[in-house]
């Protein structure tokens, strides 16, 4: 029987110290999260905050956006974007892998700045767990 | 064209998704994902967001069927779902750790669906382990929420015919209350 990837310590060390390192990228990130398919929290920066809700609410959207996609006929949702009077969110799978990242830029970065940096740390993340 | 939105609720494992997809005359809107937690419930996936789906009833009556995740960490959803429900279909499995504590959990938790409109309960997988009776679940509600008039039913959720006659019992029900003033008024 599989073991959920929030219950493995080598998966957990390995996203919070990718998180660690994503924060030093971009000073702009205030908050990222490593969650499962099914809405479980893996790794948040943060280390303190509280991720078990963010982690739902993002596992939702993150099937929600892929039923739009089925719906519409478009193929895969490759990532979604919420921009916001104080920031934006970015969220896409880890390539590969039943992993979502989900992070919340704040004004300094550009949108596209902010989906760069995720898509590198995805596949970071990808590479880290191949 | 009359129409009804009805949530199916109860927990990880109930058979929610599946008496959607049984009952849908359209493709059903599924939010799966691999399932963390097979050491509790042990199925390959579980809903993370919502199921929906859609059936006639009669030529007129088009009932919207929507399906919750079970699991506590996705209430966010419940709140945003049972907002445009007006009945629902609460379905406990007996091979639940606690197939009575869930049940009432669940009507606690979407209480003002039986005011808006309506609640029936199927109790499923009532073949395949020794659980509570029937009346053990209706003694539960009588004795719990007093008054309450809400039907009880043994169904197995991939059955088409047991699905819809869970339904029409319940959209009869919310129908009649409407009629007599009973229900809708919140």
């Given at each position: 029987m599989s073991t959920g990837l929030h219950m493995k310590p080598d998966v957990v060390e390995a996203a919070s110290a990718l998180l660690?390192?994503?924060k030093d990228a971009a000073s702009s990130l205030t908050y990222?999260?490593?969650l499962t398919d099914d809405g479980f929290d893996v790794a948040r920066y943060p280390v303190k905050a509280d991720g078990e809700r963010f982690a739902g609410m993002a596992s939702s959207m993150q099937a929600l956006s892929e039923a739009v996609a089925h719906e519409l006929k478009i193929g895969d949702s490759e990532y979604i974007i919420i921009a916001s009077g104080k920031g934006h969110v970015v969220q896409l799978r880890v390539p590969g892998k039943e992993l979502v990242l989900s992070a919340l830029f704040d004004n300094d970065a550009t949108v596209g700045h902010a989906?760069?940096?995720t898509r590198q740390f995805a596949q970071k993340m990808a590479d880290l767990l191949r | 064209m009359a129409e009804h939105v009805i949530l199916f609720t109860g927990p990880m494992g109930a058979g929610k998704t599946t008496a959607i997809q049984s009952l849908s005359e359209i493709e059903v809107v599924r939010t799966e994902a691999t399932n963390s937690e097979?050491?509790?419930?042990?199925?390959?996936?579980?809903?993370v967001a919502l199921d929906y789906g859609?059936?006639?009833v009669g030529a007129q009556e088009k009932v919207r069927l929507y399906g919750i995740p079970g699991q506590r960490r996705f209430n966010f959803m419940w709140t945003i779902l049972k907002k445009?429900?007006?009945g629902m279909v609460l379905l406990v499995n007996t091979d639940a750790p606690d197939p009575i504590g869930e049940l009432l959990f669940f009507l606690k938790e979407f209480r003002e669906l039986y005011d808006k409109g309506g609640v029936v309960v199927g109790v499923t997988r009532?073949?395949?382990?020794e659980g509570p009776s029937l009346a053990e679940f209706s003694d539960a509600l009588e004795r719990t929420n007093p008054g309450l008039v809400?039907?009880?039913?043994?169904v197995d959720p991939r059955k088409h015919h047991q699905m819809q006659n869970l339904l029409l019992t319940l959209v009869v029900n919310i129908e009649m209350r409407a009629a007599f003033g009973m229900a809708g008024a919140r």
């Open positions: 660690g390192e994503m990222g999260a490593l989906l760069a940096t | 097979r050491h509790i419930v042990d199925k390959a996936t579980t809903t859609e059936i006639l445009r429900a007006k009532a073949d395949l382990v809400i039907p009880v039913f043994t």
